[in-house]
């Protein structure tokens, strides 16, 4: 990771974090990151758009275009061109990819030039550009950081007499803290960079806000007319919300962080959750933070259970998500469970229990509380169950 520059928050500098359950990135839900445009935002074109003519009936088109990938320049990620180094997983084209504190995402767009002669247009430029925009955050800073980078892959003609200079681009409940995209001449195989800084203006004691950051980037090219991409991130929320953190933070709040039970320290959780997930009960969870369903699914799995020496009754899906018997289904348990009044049972629907250690049960409530708080796991906030060695 190269030095960051400037953008500094009253908690420290903010530096790329990977928190401990995000490991691996995933693709954005199609449904996330897409909260209504706010007034007066501009939208990226879905299609070819292009100016009107001006009075030398010459205009200027933009098109999203898909990237090859055979097409991606070979130091994408190269170590030390940005101020912080995108992730290796950047290259995947169109697709926003992402963990717990950083998400990327790489466009294509063409820019032609062009001029209508005897009724017919001519084209007189074309260029291909790739956008790589990458954002990341803290969770222990309320701060958001955007980065991004264009490259254009092929040109000729009058799109290369152009200049690119973008403005730094806030939205839903953050500021613009600074912005930078020095303009530049567009020139083949040349990465031009910028990078901006947002602040979260969710910072009140229980608030909490999505985060939009990202840019207007604008093609000068006279005699055409101007030409704007806007290049945005609604992915981050930061809240002052996280029990346990007195501190504002930002997070990724689709990214399923990995809620981690170890074999070795808790082998009687491991085998317990591993037997339900077996069964058919889901390895992704969600949240909750509502008491009453806390208590209705840690009542319905494990409240008339007799007492076992030495052990406790643990549940599965846990107490502390939506997916326990509060959402309905039946009670199911396994072999060495201690519970031969429960049936067996299977499928995705209800939750198993199971006798462990004590010891072991004890153990994952601390687990369960120091995971939400490192990940800032939110109502509804999705995260998987996983068990390591």
């Given amino acids: 990771m190269a030095a960051r520059t400037g953008g500094e928050d009253p908690a420290g500098p903010l530096i790329p974090e990977t928190t401990p359950g995000s490991d691996e990135a995933e693709p ?67 697709t926003t990819r992402g963990t717990r504190t950083k998400v990327c995402r790489i466009d294509g767009w063409k820019y032609t030039t062009r001029q209508r002669v005897n009724g017919r247009w ?84 229980g608030a909490k806000g ?15 007319t101007p030409a704007e991409i806007p290049s945005t991130f609604k992915e981050f929320r930061c809240d002052n919300a996280t029990a346990g953190r007195p501190e504002v933070g930002c997070v990724v709040p689709w990214y ?33 933070t509502t008491q009453s369903v806390i208590d209705d699914n840690r009542d319905k799995a494990c409240g008339d259970r007799p007492s076992v020496s030495g052990k406790s009754c643990d549940e599965y899906p846990v107490a502390t998500s939506k997916e326990g018997l509060s959402a309905g289904g039946k009670r199911r348990t396994f072999d060495g469970c201690s519970y031969s009044d429960i049936p067996s049972g299977s499928g995705s629907k209800g939750a198993s229990a199971c006798a462990i250690a004590k010891a072991d049960n004890q153990s994952q409530g601390g687990t369960n509380t120091q995971f939400y708080r490192a990940e800032r796991v939110l109502q509804d906030d999705p995260f998987d169950v996983v068990i390591t060695p």
């Fill in 210 to 224: 999505k985060c939009g950051t990202g840019w207007t980037m604008k093609i000068t090219n006279p005699p055409y």
């Fill in 256 to 288: 399923p962080s990995k809620l981690k039970y170890s074999k070795v320290r808790t082998p009687d959780l491991a085998r317990h959750v591993t037997l339900a997930q077996n069964s058919g009960l889901p390895k992704r969870l969600h949240r909750t």
């Fill in 28 to 94: 954005a839900p199609a449904e996330d990151g897409e909260l209504p445009p706010e007034d007066g935002e501009q939208q990226p074109p879905t299609g070819e758009v292009c100016s009107e003519p001006n009075a030398d009936d010459e205009d200027a088109c933009l098109a999203p275009m898909p990237v090859d990938q055979q097409e991606l320049p070979p130091d994408l990620v190269l170590p030390g061109r940005a101020s912080v180094d995108p992730p290796s997983w950047c290259a995947t084209n169109g």
């Fill in 122 to 205: 001519v084209k007189t430029g074309e260029t291909e550009m790739i956008f790589l925009n990458y954002s990341y955050g803290n969770s222990g800073i309320g701060r958001v950081a955007h980065q991004i980078e264009v490259y254009a892959t092929k040109g000729w003609g009058h799109t290369l007499k152009a200049k690119i200079d973008g403005v730094g681009k806030s939205g839903a409940s953050c500021k613009t803290e600074s912005a930078k995209f020095p303009g530049q001449q567009l020139v083949l195989h040349k990465w031009m960079l910028g990078e901006s800084f947002f602040d979260t203006t969710a910072t009140a004691a």
